[in-house]
């Protein structure tokens, strides 16, 4: 029965994708000659290999460590799983002098900075919030306590796109002889406004390869995205807003399109209500700060009706709900201001509108702190 249960390990092994003689798991460098055997009972794996296992290792299904039994003879090398192995074992062939079996943990991040300017993470994740321009440098300090970091397993991507240290996106620079701490400074170069995800990932060389993950968030948008409604969204609605209406009743027809013909731009925002009770929006959550005073510029034309609010909320509730004058009827692109005062609040929205029959048109629209 041991040589069927051995062989039942094997084509497990083999369909595993494991390498050695169909069953030592390939590993990045520093390499290490090691797999894993699950099986019922004591087993005895023989396979070919160049010399004596120095210094074999087995872990139990207890995390334990101790010996492997190995016996050598004509380039084989016959591995002596005990019953108390309990059913699942890693085998390590040739421990290295380097390798330290006592590592649970993986790699910590010891330091992360955008242009000299230093974030705490918290669970993995460092903001640096909304920046006027891309941060010419973030550089992430990894270390490890017990183990060398594995190069060869570095993932750096940029809203899931993956960076290349060959056309100089980003740079590592080993900080001791160990190969335990390093830094990756990476180069975010010339960005489009967006909101942005940088990821850097790494395993430790240990037998369990413990791998650390890092998010960086920063976003280029100014404080009213997409104010120019040059990108689309869904169907008709531009990038970074929602649309839609508030209290229709039967009768209500309306349409709210990223048209083409803008000020500046290819394309403008058009809300065109035709029919019964009208509430024609379009919305977009922003980040403002209690105490400050905004002022929200831009151009309109088309008929009149069209206006602006700010609405907050705190607690379930509208804190504000403010509303601009409404916009005279107009045939040429008319500038716009509107300056309110902002109180603590948990959400806050800016909202574009009419509720008049007729074709709104608003482009170019900001919002800024008053200066």
Same mark, same amino acid.
């Given at each position: 029965?041991?040589?069927?249960?051995?062989?039942?390990?094997?084509?497990?092994?083999?369909?595993?994708?494991?390498?050695?003689?169909?069953?030592?798991?390939?590993?990045?460098?520093?390499? @290490?000659?090691?797999?894993?055997?699950?099986?019922?009972?004591?087993?005895?794996?023989?396979?070919?290999?160049?010399?004596?296992?120095?210094?074999?290792?087995?872990?139990?299904?207890?995390?334990?460590?101790?010996?492997?039994?190995?016996?050598? &003879?004509?380039?084989?090398?016959?591995?002596?799983?005990? &019953?108390?192995?309990?059913?699942?074992? %890693?085998?390590?062939?040739?421990?290295?002098?380097?390798?330290?079996?006592?590592?649970?943990?993986?790699?910590?991040?010891?330091?992360?900075?955008?242009? &000299?300017?230093?974030?705490?993470? %918290?669970?993995?994740?460092?903001?640096?919030?909304?920046?006027?321009?891309?941060?010419?440098?973030?550089?992430?300090?990894?270390?490890?306590?017990?183990?060398?970091?594995?190069?060869? !397993?570095?993932?750096?991507?940029?809203?899931? *796109?993956?960076?290349?240290?060959?056309?100089?996106?980003?740079?590592?620079?080993?900080?001791?002889?160990?190969?335990?701490?390093?830094?990756?400074?990476? +180069?975010?170069?010339?960005?489009?406004?967006?909101?942005?995800?940088?990821?850097?990932?790494?395993?430790?060389?240990?037998?369990?390869?413990?791998?650390?993950?890092?998010?960086? *968030?920063? *976003?280029?948008?100014? @404080? +009213?995205?997409?104010? *120019?409604?040059?990108?689309?969204?869904?169907?008709?609605?531009?990038?970074?807003?929602?649309?839609?209406?508030?209290?229709?009743?039967?009768?209500?027809?309306?349409?709210?399109?990223?048209?083409?013909?803008?000020?500046?731009?290819?394309?403008? @925002?058009?809300?065109?209500?035709?029919?019964?009770? @009208?509430?024609?929006?379009?919305?977009?959550?922003?980040? +403002?700060?209690?105490?400050?005073?905004?002022?929200?510029?831009?151009?309109?034309?088309?008929?009149?009706?069209?206006?602006?609010?700010?609405? !907050?909320? $705190?607690?379930?509730?509208?804190?504000?709900?403010?509303?601009?004058?409404?916009?005279? $009827?107009?045939?040429?692109?008319?500038?716009?201001?509107?300056?309110?005062?902002?109180?603590?609040?948990?959400?806050?929205?800016?909202?574009?509108?009419?509720?008049?029959?007729?074709?709104?048109?608003?482009?170019?629209?900001?919002?800024?702190?008053?200066?």
């Amino acid at each position: 029965m041991r040589g069927l249960r051995v062989l039942l390990i094997l084509a497990a092994l083999i369909s595993a994708g494991a390498l050695a003689c169909g069953i030592a798991a390939a590993q990045e460098a520093p390499a @290490l000659r090691q797999f894993t055997i699950v099986t019922t009972g004591p087993a005895e794996i023989t396979l070919p290999f160049p010399r004596a296992p120095e210094s074999p290792m087995l872990r139990d299904a207890d995390r334990q460590w101790m010996p492997c039994e190995v016996a050598y &003879a004509d380039g084989k090398a016959t591995l002596v799983i005990p &019953a108390e192995a309990g059913g699942r074992a %890693v085998v390590l062939l040739e421990k290295p002098e380097w390798l330290n079996l006592q590592d649970d943990a993986p790699p910590a991040v010891t330091g992360v900075s955008a242009d &000299a300017v230093n974030l705490e993470p %918290v669970e993995g994740t460092a903001d640096l919030g909304r920046v006027d321009a891309p941060p010419q440098v973030i550089m992430v300090n990894v270390a490890d306590e017990d183990n060398p970091l594995d190069l060869a !397993s570095l993932l750096v991507m940029l809203n899931g *796109s993956l960076l290349s240290q060959d056309t100089g996106d980003y740079s590592v620079q080993r900080d001791d002889e160990a190969g335990r701490s390093l830094t990756v400074s990476v +180069l975010p170069g010339d960005l489009p406004e967006e909101d942005y995800t940088l990821e850097v990932q790494i395993t430790d060389a240990s037998v369990d390869r413990w791998p650390m993950k890092l998010a960086v *968030s920063f *976003s280029t948008e100014p @404080l +009213l995205a997409n104010g *120019s409604f040059e990108r689309a969204g869904d169907e008709k609605c531009p990038a970074k807003w929602s649309c839609g209406d508030w209290g229709s009743d039967a009768e209500t027809k309306y349409e709210i399109a990223r048209t083409e013909g803008g000020r500046t731009g290819d394309y403008c @925002l058009m809300l065109h209500g035709s029919a019964g009770k @009208l509430n024609v929006i379009c919305y977009q959550y922003v980040d +403002l700060i209690a105490g400050q005073t905004y002022v929200l510029r831009g151009y309109h034309r088309g008929a009149g009706g069209g206006y602006a609010s700010m609405i !907050s909320r $705190a607690g379930g509730e509208d804190v504000q709900y403010l509303n601009m004058s409404r916009l005279p $009827a107009s045939e040429d692109w008319t500038p716009f201001e509107w300056e309110f005062a902002v109180e603590q609040h948990d959400s806050a929205m800016i909202v574009l509108r009419t509720t008049s029959k007729g074709q709104i048109y608003f482009d170019d629209v900001t919002l800024e702190p008053k200066q």
